[in-house]
């Protein structure tokens, strides 16, 4: 205890007087003055972050059934060949960015990972991975939120396949996801190779 009032009077010698306790019964510091309102362009911007993903967001929000909370997670789309999801269920592909959806409500769920496939589409990634827990009851919030982020999923035309993770990444807890090289990456790797031959 002691030890605990030595640090406190340390530590009022080295701010001075910029410290004061707080006066009894008080457990807030005063601040000064009022806030500023936001300005127009703050709430613009704020307004516009806000309405523009949920509008243009396909995902559905209708009833899903709830997946088993110890089988993991697999799809892999036709034409893609089950070494990609193969390699994918072992951890072979590096995630590149991450989603943690952990202890959040199903519809912001649904807001975050659509903008973050869409960002991760736009910046070019490839795999990405998604933290969303998972719960031992089948109707657990956090196998409810697995169970919809399988649906939306699958409701992207440009995820490839996705999988459950390796334990070092979360486990039946997380899901990696494949998705289809976009058309600057395709030009790139035609240019990078034509450049070799040539």
Known sequence: MNHCLDQDVDFR???GDEVRPLAKGRDKAELGGTPLPPSEAQLARR?????LPEASNFLSDEFVDLLPPFDPLEHRRDGIQSGVLERLRHGGYA????LHLLKQPVR???RELFTFIQDGLSHDLRCLLVVHGRGKALD???N???SYVAKWLMQFEEVQAYASAQPAHGGIGATYVMLRK???ARARN????QKRRG
Do not use: G, K
């Not at 995630?95 to 991450?98: F, G, L, N, Q």
């Not at 035609?190 to 190779?193: D, I, L, N, S």
């Open 95 to 98: 995630p590149e960015a991450r």
């Open 13 to 15: 010698n080295l701010m």
């Open 144 to 146: 409810v939120v697995r």
């Open 108 to 110: 912001a769920c649904r």
């Open 190 to 193: 035609r240019e990078r190779q």
């Open 47 to 51: 307004a516009s972050a806000e309405a």
């Open 182 to 184: 976009s058309e600057r």
């Open 140 to 142: 657990s919030h956090a």
